[in-house]
């Protein structure tokens, strides 16, 4: 079975901190994509990255940037100088039997940045 | 339009009531998934259909049922809605051959609450 933990529940941080969302996974299988999505106060679920399991290289993204470690199972997600417009839920989600399978998701971090 | 949509978005009902969610989409894609949030429960996995023949159920399926009317619509039931089913419902799409938004694409959800 998969599974996802984000043990951080609730972030708060003052603008232009740096902040980091953790994410740790479990899979028997050597296969595997894992995905960051962001829901903002309006509910709707943005996507912001996929990485595959063969892929170790780090990504950034303007302010944003994800850290894969196959070695201790994590992928962390970094935001650099937030904003208050990142103020949202940080969800981590993995899926296995291909990339379009179905998602395992975790609980779910709720960041808040202050002004 | 949206690509997945979801109907209705909001919806009060009464304990007891038999009550459905429905889901449409316009990316052809064969895949088709319901997921239920919950505040610090991230998004569960409660059905999910390969193609129109095919129906699974995820994590959570009791107390709900599905349809696949089509390739394109993909109905959840609640046949007696309970307070405890009160939550935020997605619906999501993917195929292996949509590389674009990497092959999910999830609608806008459904608050439902159960008095």
């Known amino acids: 079975a998969q599974k996802v933990t984000q043990a951080q529940t609730e972030i708060s941080v003052v603008e232009k901190e740096d902040v980091t969302l953790d994410c740790v996974y479990e899979t028997r299988d050597t296969t595997y994509y894992l995905f960051w999505y962001k829901q903002p106060p309006s509910g709707e679920l943005v996507f912001l990255i996929r990485?595959?399991?063969?892929?170790?290289q780090n990504e950034i993204s303007g302010r944003y940037s994800w850290n894969f470690q196959k070695s201790t199972s994590s992928f962390n997600f970094t935001i650099t100088a937030s904003q208050v417009v990142d103020s949202a839920v940080y969800f981590c989600?993995?899926?296995?039997?291909?990339?379009?399978?179905?998602?395992?998701f975790g609980k779910g971090i709720t960041l808040s940045v202050r002004p | 339009d949206a690509d997945v949509t979801q109907t209705p978005r909001n919806r009060i009902t009464k304990t007891g009531k038999r009550i459905m969610l429905e889901c449409s989409q316009t990316k052809g894609h064969d895949r088709m998934y319901w997921y239920r949030q919950d505040p610090g429960l991230g998004l569960r996995l409660i059905y999910y259909?390969?193609?129109?023949?095919?129906?699974n159920k995820g994590e959570i399926s009791d107390g709900y049922s599905v349809s696949r009317q089509a390739q394109a619509k993909f109905s959840l039931s609640l046949e007696s809605a309970i307070p405890n089913q009160t939550a935020l419902y997605f619906c999501?799409?993917?195929?292996?051959?949509?590389?674009?938004?990497?092959?999910?694409?999830f609608g806008s959800g459904t608050r439902l609450t159960v008095v």
């Open positions: 990485r595959n399991s063969f892929d170790e």
């Open positions: 989600a993995l899926s296995v039997g291909g990339a379009n399978s179905k998602l395992t």
């Open positions: 259909s390969f193609d129109v023949k095919d129906i």
């Open positions: 999501a799409t993917s195929d292996p051959r949509d590389s674009a938004n990497y092959g999910y694409t």
